[in-house]
């Protein structure tokens, strides 16, 4: 069987077992809102939501563009498979907090999510985000389930601060630190991270839509994504770090990311160079990447894998046509694990960037916010509540 074929069937086999254990113990659905329903992460969610055993799309919401109309009409259709059925005729709403729903999710421009954001936590409602705005917020928890769960315990915290009731921020990180991230983690925990090196390949839907344009990318390589950089060497500092209480602790590492566009549709591979603090032989660092499983309460979520990480032998993979997939797009996959004459360790990784690091991301996040009591019934909220608050 390829590796590919291995991860898809992996992946769905474990996918499903998980869904039919907890869709048992379900009585009702989370009803889910989506801000910026109509871009490339905002459909994802939408495709996502609408096969999901927990949550169910009630609310999506745009830019006045796209408002007032129906979401088949509003949106340009992306994805390969038809616009679900449940999302078709749901009637694009502003991005203003009356939205029925119990919990929304973020795939708003990142000129527009700071303030909408806020506006939402403000009035109640759990905020699960892709944008960059609130990631690296005192209080605000950026979060891969499998790295750092235990950075939710800030959100009290956050509502303290913030003087929020029931609503607050949860966001997911940028799209190529979430793969890198992934699997550092393991090593992380089994020998101990210092030095980072990082060249990235990503891809042209990691730019939205319509992107980068045609004439600048085709049979071409553009050596810059502009902020792209200081996220990939800051956002794993938090990730990779501790809450202590009542701040973050930042993990201390040096990273040094060289960030560049090229021609690919989907999936974003990785060149990494990693300086250990302890001594490590390559079959160990193999060895630690293979066994990297998560625990139960991680391995009950609809979106989660037992082990998010696959290492491929072959030496010309992972590769992103072939490899994008692995997981149903929720694995990292690494291969080329070699020794590296600067550093302790090289490797090539891959991720998927609109799934693993954005919209299946953020569904995992609310998962678990979902199965750590989170998330409350809004649907008892009267109509004078559902009302647009003063800002
Ligand atoms: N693409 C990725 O791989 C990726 C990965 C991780 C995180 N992210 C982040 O996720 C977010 C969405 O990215 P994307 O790639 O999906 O972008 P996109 O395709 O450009 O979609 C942007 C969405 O924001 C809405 N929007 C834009 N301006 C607005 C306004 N003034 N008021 C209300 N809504 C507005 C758009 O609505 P209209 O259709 O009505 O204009 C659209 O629904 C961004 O913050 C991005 O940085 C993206």
Known sequence: MSPKAHNHSNGAAQKGQQQKTRAKNLDKKWRAGVLGATGIVGQRLVRLLAEHPWFELNEVAASERSSGRSYAEAVHWHLESPIPEVARDLVVKGVEPALDCDFVFSALDSSVAGPVEEDFARAGYPVVSNSRNHRMGPDVPLLIPEVNAKHLDAIPVQRKNRGYDTGFIVTNPNCSTAGLVLVLKPLADAFGLERIFVVTLQAISGAGYPGVASMDI??????????????????????????????????????????????????????????????????????????????????????????????????????????????????????????????????????????????????????????RGFLKDRSSRSALELEVPVR
Do not use: Y
Request: negative net charge; charged residues 25%; aromatic residues 2%.
């Open 218 to 371: 085709q049979g071409n390589v553009v050596p810059f994504i502009s902020g792209e950089e200081e996220k990939m060497e800051a956002e794993p500092q938090k990730l990779l770090g501790k809450w202590d209480g009542s701040r973050f602790i930042e993990a201390g590492l040096g990273i040094s990311a060289h960030c560049n566009r090229v021609p690919v549709l989907d999936g974003h591979l990785e060149c990494v160079s990693i300086g250990l603090k302890k001594i490590a032989s390559l079959e160990e660092v193999r060895q630690a990447l293979r066994t990297f499983e998560v625990d139960g309460e991680l391995a009950a979520l609809p979106t989660a894998l037992r082990h998010p990480v696959v290492v491929v032998d072959e030496e010309n993979r992972p590769q992103p046509r072939r490899d994008v997939e692995a997981g149903e797009g929720m694995a990292a996959v690494v291969g080329r694990i070699r020794e590296c004459p600067l550093h302790d360790v090289k490797l090539t990784l891959l991720s998927h960037n609109l799934v693993r690091g954005a919209a299946g991301a953020a569904l995992l996040n609310a998962e678990l916010l979902a199965a």
